[in-house]
């Protein structure tokens, strides 16, 4: 189970603007929740304050709890293996942050070296079946292939496949259909809907989506939490 209490974050310690305020939900085990607000609203920074990604100066306030573990208190070496093994991250963006001197399928299977004790082909062997399930068409090869010949929407769909690799308890995506059309966004879904008992926090501004995926619906706006309930509840009578 992943819990928040009371997160707040600002960007400096001096500074009075905060980009998420007071900020209280319960993830449970299997739970699907997607995180909906406008832009700014502090959506992806709650995700980064989950992980412990934020920019050094960043102060993030309350609790996070991971199974009972304050993750604001854990030290590297345990935030290394929370990272992927326990909690996995689907970046925003078209893929810009694959590493273009390294193969998809190499980076993609990385988190099952890294996190399962995997051998190489053993995990690039995984990803070619991640690859399947999202529909990517050629799958072998595009596993040997490097992040320059994918198009944005293909490299979306590889970071959402890494962020699965590693059979994580908890995912969290931030806008993981962004720039897809309406067939990719459909297989993203279906990828969501594979996860089976595991937990998931999806940032997004489709409200279709997030009705395709999510059991529950959390709304920021201007970094405060306005409203928060079942997610047919809050789409027909928000």
Do not use: W
């Amino acid at each position: 189970m992943l819990e928040l209490k009371h997160v707040s974050v600002r960007f400096s310690p001096e500074s009075r603007v905060q980009a998420v305020e007071d900020v209280s939900l319960v993830l449970p085990d299997g739970g699907k929740m997607a995180l909906v607000g406008e832009t700014g609203s502090g959506k992806s920074v709650l995700l980064l304050a989950i992980l412990r990604l934020l920019p050094e100066a960043a102060v993030c306030s309350g609790e996070i709890l991971l199974h009972g573990e304050n993750l604001l208190q854990a030290d590297r070496k345990r935030l290394c293996q929370i990272r992927g093994g326990e909690i996995s991250y689907v970046p925003q963006g078209n893929g810009n942050s694959l590493n273009p001197l390294m193969t998809v399928g190499f980076q993609v299977g990385e988190p099952r070296m890294e996190h399962c004790g995997e051998s190489e082909k053993q995990a690039v062997a995984a990803a070619v079946t991640l690859f399947r399930r999202l529909n990517l068409g050629r799958e072998e090869i595009l596993a040997k292939a490097y992040p320059h010949s994918f198009s944005g929407g293909m490299r979306q769909r590889a970071l959402v496949a890494m962020g699965m690799a590693a059979d994580a308890g908890i995912v969290l995506a931030d806008e993981p259909t962004k720039g897809l059309d309406e067939k990719r966004i459909t297989l993203v879904a279906e990828a969501f809907h594979r996860l089976g008992d595991r937990s998931l926090l999806c940032v997004t501004h489709d409200l279709g989506f997030a009705e395709q995926i999510a059991t529950t619906i959390c709304v920021l706006y201007a970094g405060q939490q306005v409203e928060i309930g079942p997610a047919a509840a809050v789409l027909a009578h928000p």
